[in-house]
Structure formats: C-alpha cells, structure tokens
C-alpha cells in the first residue's frame, strides 16, 4: 500500500474523554520555601528550582521563568489548576458542560467544569483540562483560562505560609497519604515511614524523605551523584541513515522470529497506511529488507501497553486504554486486553496476520502502563499500572499489583500488591524487570531495587536506593542488564541510567548510571555518569558486549509535550572498562526522538530506531504550540563493528544444527566461515525484548560456551553448549550470533525451551 504523507482532512483533536486522560500526570504537593534555608534540601524547593528573594520560587524553563506562588515551590510549565479560573471574555457564562469533556466553538461554545477530574479549562483543539497546554491564553485556551498574570494573582490569593506547607501539630495519616493536599496530615508512626513525600505517601525511601519532602525525617541534603563528564569521541562513530517509513506511529515495537519487526501504536486519527477495512492501520509489519511496512489489524486501545515474548514465540501485548468510538467504533477497551501475534520462522504463511483477541481472554484487572516478563516456567508476569488512567496521586486509581499468566498468555484470574510497588507510588508505574540467574526478579522503580520472589510472593532482599533523580516513568531513564556469561558463573549486573526530577518540561534530567550487582553479598551501586542529563534515553546490548544508548531529551519528562532539548548523539558503554571511561560519544542523528520512540538490533546487527510521537494525535507539521511532532521516518544505525571493511569481515555461511535448545547445557553444532587470520570466537543468544518507553522489557544476551574454534583457519565446525537452565535464559525466541573478532554475523532465531 502506498504510503502518504498527505493528512487531507484529518482534524489534529486532542484524543481523551471525560473518563480518559492523554498521559497519566503527577500532581505535587504545593511547596514552600525560605531563601537561604540551610535545613531542607534546595531549600525546600526541587533540583532546577530556585527560591525567590520574598518567598516566590521559580522554575528555569526554556527561554521564560514564570514567577509563582509566594512561598511555595511549583514548576511553572506543568501547573495544574485545581481551583475555579478568570473567566476570559470568550467564555460565554450560559454555556452547556458536555459530559464527554468536549468544548470550545467546535461543540457550540461548551465550557468545562472545573470541579470535574478532568479541569476547567477548554484547550485550543477542544478538550476539558488543567495543565498550562489547557489553561494558558498563549497557548490557545477558549475558555476557563488564565494568563501568567492572572497565575501570579491567583497564587498571592491563595498563598500559604511557610508553616502551613511544612507540617507540624497536625493529625496522623491512617491511610498512608500526608501532606498539604491531604488534609495536612503527616505520617507519624506509619509502617511505611515517616516522611511525607513530595506527592502526599508516607514512607522512608530516598523518594519520600528527599526533594519535596514534606514532613518527617527530611534530608538536608541530596546523595551526591557524578556530575556529568565529557565522553570522547569514538574512533569510529558509526552512522544514521533514514531507510524507508513506518506507516504508522510507533510506540511498541519488536524482532519477530520472521526477521521483521512488529510496530504497535495507540487509537489514531490518522497513519500512512490503512488496514483491509479502509480504516487507518494502528499496527504495522515492518520488513527490513524492502523497507516497507505491512498495515496489521489490533481490536482493542494498545495505548501504553506492556509486552513480552511467549515460550512458544508468539509477541504478547497486554493492557492499554479505552475505546474512542468518534476516531474508530471498531477498537474496543484495551484496558483488560491480552493480544498476541505469531510469527515463524521458518515458514512466512503467518506473515501478514493481525493481532489475536480472543473476547473471553481478559487480565484480572485493568492496566495501563504495565511491565510484562516471561518467567523460567514460561508463565508471565505482568505488574503495575494504572486502572483508569486517573490522577495517579488518588491511591484508587492506582494497580500497584502483579498478576500471573500461563505459558500460553492466558490468564490465572487473581492478583496481589508487589510491596515496592505499594510503597513508591505515583512512581509506580513501567518498572524495570529482569529474571536473575537464581530465578527470581530484580525490580526497580522510582528510587528503590528489591529482589522478588513471585511464587512465595515475598522479598529476598531490599537493595540500597539509587542515587540521584526518578528513574521511572515519568521520568524514565533506561535499564540493561548486562550479558551473561559462565566465565563468571552467569553473574548478573544491572546498568541504569538517566532520569529526571519531577514530571514538567522544566525538569532537569539525570547524568548519572547507577550500577549492580543484586546477587553480592552486600550489593551496592557503581556510580558513574554520561556527558549531560538524558530522560527518554533507551540502552540496547550489542553482540559485541557493548551497549548503545540513544534517544530523549536533555530537559523535561515523558508526557504529551513535556521534553525539550533532544539528545541527538548516540553513547556507547563498554562494560570491560574501568569506571568513568566506559562512555564514547558515537554519531549523531539528525531526528529528535522523544517520548513514544523506540529503538532495537536486527539480525544484521545494525540499530532500528523509529518513532517519537509527543502529541496527542498525529501532528505533521511543527507550530508554536507543538515544536516536536509526530515522526515516521524510520533510521537505521549501523555500529563501529560494521563500518567500513569491517561489514565484508563478518562470518558467513553459518549453520546452525537445530532450530529448538533445550536449556539443559546439552550441545549443537555451528558451522561457518570466516575470513583468513580470525583470532576470536564468541558465539551469542540475544533477546531483544518487547521495546515501549524507553523499556526493553525481557531483554538479554548470553555468551554460549563453544569448543572446536582453530584460530586462522576459515572454516569453523564447533561445539555449543546451550545455557543450563531457563534462570539464565527463560524460554522463547533468541537470535544467535556468530562474533569474530568482534564483527558479528547476520542473526538467526532459535527457540529456547
């Protein structure tokens, strides 16, 4: 199907209903602050703010600083607006409220209720909101509207004192939420901790008594992290080339065992291709070969949904968003859904075929930004989210549980709280995962590390706290665990990276890594840091044992219009150097990539990087109020390993004896040729995972052991040992590479089982 570029008639509506929100956004508490205040952190303002000289914080972003509240602490671009607004002259006061959170001339001059979860302001493309993209006058608001003079009036009416905000002599929570926007209520003796949050929970995390804590047991001063430090340029950069488009936004995506790459999207009003029933393609099969996608059918709102592989290969897609029937009647509630989509590698007759959604095939409870992984037994695990898409800070909107699948993705029916969880909402959401070689799960999210024992549903052990910024959603960093490999007795070690401080396009992000060990003894977190802050910012293991790290922004979070500053450059990260010089600086793309982009190996071992999406509904062209739109070019980055002579040294010819390794440590053979004086052998089973959001959700890389390697000679029969049980490698579609002398050959899948 051709592709165009064409929107013709498409209206740029901002796609969320009463019931439904565009992106899940974190209130905080109203801060305060006292210039010169030595006993709370930044004074008790957040990292990028500063305290005015009568009281008033202020926030650096972009090229403006708004003036707030006095003696409060509140980021000027994402200031929600909970009480009643200045009515501007253009809101006529007899106006109807529509209960689909419509407004504005296009729906007969409707006004929005600013009592409503929604908020009082009627936004430039028609939708019920609060944030300043809803509220400001500048930027297009028809009603319920203030300007950053009627803000700075309404702040003094409303202001606090300092002793108001910071809490003393006032009631005990019993409920486990604190602070100014609870009743002012602090923790006490809560079994969680102490300190009240900047969101209002009570707990004793660096998350709770840290930036924006409220009461309790406050630090005075942050952990110190590395300052960010130059990374010099790689030898060989490699390179970005644009090689085709996707047909459709892409917020999901996947290496399917055919060689293609699954692209998955939310309800749109608009994509480059259609399915076979007219309508606009929300999913796409994308072939690296002819560079074209495929449009495939979905039945439910894939809207940041989790996934994984299946043991029998098949892609799993779980969680989503509700329906929008004026966009498609067709897509239903995706909030319970569970999709899956097959593919073979060995015979092309399922290419092509849509998503599977069997109606009886629900998840136990509704889930909107989940993580998903495949366990050693091939169930899947699926965690966290949220049940309606709801102010994340209101403890009922939250799903801070996990639930079981079975090997073939359908569900067991009950579900229970993950303790890490529970205690770091609303950071709870999109958390780092990975099985562990002794079969248990690493769990990371906002601050906090544990190792989870699902079946016994208890804690093996709590990990020391990263330090520095969030490093989830919403202010996502990215998370690789490192190859495995027997030389070391499959030793696991976790690299995170990047974050940010608070959910606002002002947000500073985070330099610096955090590195680990969980299994040691005493773990404890390697810090290191990367040439400047990066939110967004995704790592992807190379064959070669490297790892890439691309995409995000220097500044904001994830979130509809929330990050500026795009990171163009690509890092590489050796993990054999010694700490503070594993970064190089690796080329540079010429294509913002922000929030809802993706990036993945392919079986060449070159870089699929598409998407990036930061608006509401497809946006071609960038204006004043969207400077980052919606992105089809699809790039592909080829790696140092493969410049110049290098791509005509890769092995070739290789064989590999059979399709199916049981995760025993029994044998099979590989045979290949390779050019004259090869010196090094590594043989690798590479996962790529399920890629959203910055997460690469299942995603590893082995080292297999092998024998029978002659050094020099060109061609090569050896012996390889497949990994020795499922801990190390849980069951389902691999890639084997054959790397010599650190080129690596052109993949093929294998199923482990």
Not at 543 to 548: E, L, N
Not at 619 to 629: G, I, N, Q
Not at 699 to 714: A, I, P, Q, V, W
């Amino acid at each position: 199907m051709a592709l165009s570029l064409n929107l013709k008639s498409v209206s740029l509506i901002l796609a969320h209903t009463a019931l439904l929100s565009a992106n899940i956004i974190i209130t905080p508490a109203p801060l305060t602050c006292i210039q010169g205040d030595t006993s709370r952190m930044y004074q008790g303002c957040l990292r990028g703010q500063e305290c005015t000289i009568d009281g008033r914080s202020i926030s650096h972003s972009l090229d403006t600083i708004y003036y707030l509240m006095p003696y409060r602490c509140i980021s000027a671009q994402e200031f929600k607006y909970k009480t009643s607004f200045h009515i501007t002259n253009s809101t006529k006061i007899d106006a109807a409220i529509r209960e689909d959170g419509r407004c504005g001339k296009d729906f007969k001059d409707a006004i929005c209720d600013a009592k409503s979860e929604n908020g009082g302001c009627c936004s430039n493309h028609g939708y019920c909101g609060s944030t300043i993209n809803h509220c400001l006058v500048d930027r297009g608001c028809q009603s319920g509207c203030t300007d950053s003079h009627d803000l700075n009036e309404m702040a003094i009416s409303k202001s606090n004192k300092l002793d108001e905000i910071f809490l003393t002599d006032t009631a005990e929570t019993q409920d486990g939420k604190c602070g100014a926007n609870n009743n002012r209520k602090i923790c006490g003796n809560w079994p969680n901790g102490n300190c009240c949050s900047l969101y209002g929970f009570c707990g004793n995390s660096s998350s709770h008594c840290g930036a924006g804590c409220q009461s309790g047991n406050c630090y005075v001063v942050p952990v110190k992290v590395p300052d960010p430090k130059p990374a010099p340029l790689a030898q060989n950069p490699g390179s970005f080339k644009v090689i085709g488009m996707s047909g459709v936004a892409v917020m999901h995506a996947g290496l399917m065992p055919n060689g293609k790459v699954f692209f998955l999207d939310k309800l749109e009003n608009y994509s480059q291709i259609r399915t076979k029933d007219g309508e606009y393609a929300m999913s796409a099969e994308f072939d690296p070969k002819t560079r074209r996608p495929v449009a495939l059918s979905y039945s439910t709102n894939a809207f940041c949904s989790g996934g994984a592989f299946l043991a029998d290969g098949r892609v799993i897609s779980v969680g989503g968003n509700g329906p929008l029937e004026f966009i498609n009647s067709k897509i239903g509630d995706g909030f319970k859904a569970i999709r899956t989509l097959a593919r073979s590698s060995i015979n092309p007759y399922l290419d092509g075929r849509p998503w599977e959604e069997p109606k009886n095939r629900k998840l136990a409870t509704a889930r909107w930004y989940p993580t998903v992984q495949t366990m050693p037994d091939g169930s899947v695990f699926v965690a966290s989210g949220s049940l309606n898409g709801l102010y994340p800070e209101n403890l009922e909107n939250n799903n801070p549980t996990y639930e079981m699948l079975d090997r073939r993705g359908n569900p067991r029916g009950k579900t229970y709280d993950l303790d890490i969880l529970v205690k770091n909402q609303p950071y709870h959401m999109y958390p780092f995962i990975n099985v562990l070689p002794d079969g248990n799960l690493f769990i990371f999210v906002s601050k906090q590390a544990q190792i989870f024992n699902h079946k016994k549903n208890r804690i093996i052990k709590q990990l020391p706290d990263l330090p520095g910024d969030y490093r989830t959603y919403p202010n996502t960093g990215g998370s690789i665990l490192l190859p495995l490999s027997s030389a070391n007795n499959w030793k696991a070690e976790i690299v995170i990276c990047g974050g940010g401080a608070y959910q606002d396009i002002s947000s500073p992000t985070d330099a610096s890594c955090g590195r680990i060990a969980p299994l040691d003894i005493k773990p404890k977190w390697e810090m290191e840091s990367m040439p400047n802050g990066r939110g967004m910012v995704e790592g992807i293991l190379l064959p070669d044992g490297t790892s890439i790290w691309l995409n995000g922004g220097n500044k904001g979070a994830q979130g509809f219009g929330l990050m500026a500053e795009p990171t163009l450059e690509a890092l590489l990260y050796d993990p054999d150097k010694p700490v503070g010089q594993r970064f190089t600086t690796l080329a540079s793309s010429e294509i913002p990539r922000l929030y809802h982009s993706c990036a993945l190996l392919l079986l060449d071992g070159t870089v699929l990087v598409v998407g990036s999406n930061p608006v509401e509904l497809p946006k071609l062209k960038p204006d004043a109020y969207d400077p980052y739109v919606t992105e089809y070019r699809v790039e592909q980055y080829t790696p140092p390993y493969l410049q110049g002579s290098n791509a005509e040294r890769r092995p070739t010819n290789v064989e590999i004896s059979t399709k199916n390794l049981d995760a025993d440590g029994s044998k099979f053979r590989i045979r290949f040729h390779v050019p004259a004086g090869a010196k090094s052998l590594k043989v690798v089973l590479y996962h790529g995972g399920f890629v959203t959001h910055s997460l690469h959700m299942g995603h590893r890389m082995l080292y297999l052991d092998n024998t029978g390697f002659k050094k020099r000679s060109r061609w090569q029969k050896i012996k390889v040992r497949s990994p020795p049980n499922n801990n190390v490698a849980p069951p389902g579609p691999y890639v084997i590479y054959v790397v010599v002398d650190g080129i690596p050959s052109v993949g093929q899948f294998v199923q482990v089982r």
